[in-house]
């Protein structure tokens, strides 16, 4: 049995057996063993690219500043004051402020699609990254008929909370219509709390726009969540949708090599207008070919999540600057 599947198997059990904070806090210290090697790349790569933008140390040789710079001070007495380059500023970025919500979907369709266990290692993942790289703050939900928090922006981090966190989805939710609206309102109650956020940061001199890393199979109906999209693309708030496409116990060793499996391989009916008759008709159209999040990725693998995310953050902030907001 590899070291994976004992996880697996340990995490069985404790949502079997109910097990107490010490288990929890066991199996949340097997999980973070388990993805370290992934967490640290993360970690690096976001280092690069979510820059610093608060000021905390004081540098430099200024005539006015924050404090003496008291190596400056005799100089400054020997040179009969005219060397009165002795203050120190704030000048150089330091600390990271970005406030990002987590958000992993706990529905049936995910335990179906053989992905709980994936996404929970995904979710430690970034956690442990965003939490070594001292973002700024972090929030995580879960998705269900709604957007339920599990921490919030203001709930600082502890590895008590994280495997509370962990012992929260169970990917058994499955609500009459939950298809159709589960992902709108999560996008409809995500935006509010964004909208809150974001007047807090600007409230404090910040210009960052939070936004938002979703963890899902990727099917929903499509069409109810487009509006809530564009609500947020509006207000710049950027969804990062990670498509979480692990080849299920079902598919063959072959089928799982494919390139073009599991969700790339999913249709839907789409309305099109016949070129030569004009007449509007329904086709079959990849699934993926309206959907409704612009940044998404697929993620089949552990080990492409680091470079998969930090390259469509790249994206965004190139774009973000190339339009000059």
């Known amino acids: ?12 059990e404790w949502r079997e057996d109910e097990l107490g904070v010490e288990q929890s806090l066991g199996l949340l210290n097997r999980f973070k063993s388990e993805t370290s090697q992934f967490s640290n790349s993360l970690c690096e790569q976001l280092r690069i690219v979510l820059e610093p933008q608060l000021s905390q140390q004081l540098q430099g040789d200024y005539r006015t500043g924050k404090r003496l710079n008291m190596k400056k ?4 007495l020997a040179s009969h004051y005219r060397n009165d380059k002795i203050w120190l500023r704030r000048t150089m970025p330091s600390k990271r402020d970005y406030k990002i919500l987590l958000a992993i979907d706990d529905s049936l369709s995910m335990n179906e699609q053989n992905l709980g266990f994936f996404s929970l290692e995904s979710l430690v993942t970034m956690v442990e990254a ?5 973002v700024g703050s972090v929030a995580v939900a879960r998705i269900r008929s709604r957007m339920e928090m599990l921490l919030s922006f203001e709930d600082s981090y502890s590895n008590e909370k994280s495997a509370f966190i962990l012992s929260q989805f169970d990917f058994k ?4 219509n939950s298809h159709d609206t589960a992902m709108s309102n999560f996008v409809r109650d995500a935006n509010k709390l964004l909208d809150v956020q974001n007047s807090i940061s ?4 910040s210009t960052n726009c939070p936004f938002v890393i979703v963890l899902s199979d990727g099917r929903f109906n499509k069409n109810n969540v487009r509006k809530y999209v564009e609500e947020a693309a509006e207000k710049r708030y950027l969804y990062i949708f990670v498509i979480l496409d692990a080849p299920s116990q079902k598919e063959t060793k072959a089928q799982s090599t494919k390139s ?5 391989a ?6 099109q207008i016949d070129a030569e008759t004009g007449r509007s008709e329904m086709r079959l159209v990849p699934y993926l070919k309206d959907f409704p999040f612009s940044y998404y990725i697929i ?3 552990l080990h492409q999540l680091p470079n998969a995310l930090s390259q469509i953050l790249v994206q965004w902030f190139s774009t973000m600057s190339g339009s000059g907001q």
Do not use: P, W, Y
């Open 202 to 205: 600007l409230s404090h001199g």
């Open 173 to 176: 939710h499955s609500e009459k």
């Open 130 to 134: 965003l939490n070594k790289l001292e």
């Open 266 to 271: 999913l249709r839907s009916a789409s309305k």
């Open 299 to 301: 993620v089949r693998d």
């Open 260 to 264: 073009q499996g599991g969700i790339m």
């Open 73 to 76: 001070v005799i100089s400054f």
């Open 1 to 12: 049995m590899t070291e994976k599947q004992r996880l697996r198997a340990m995490m069985d």
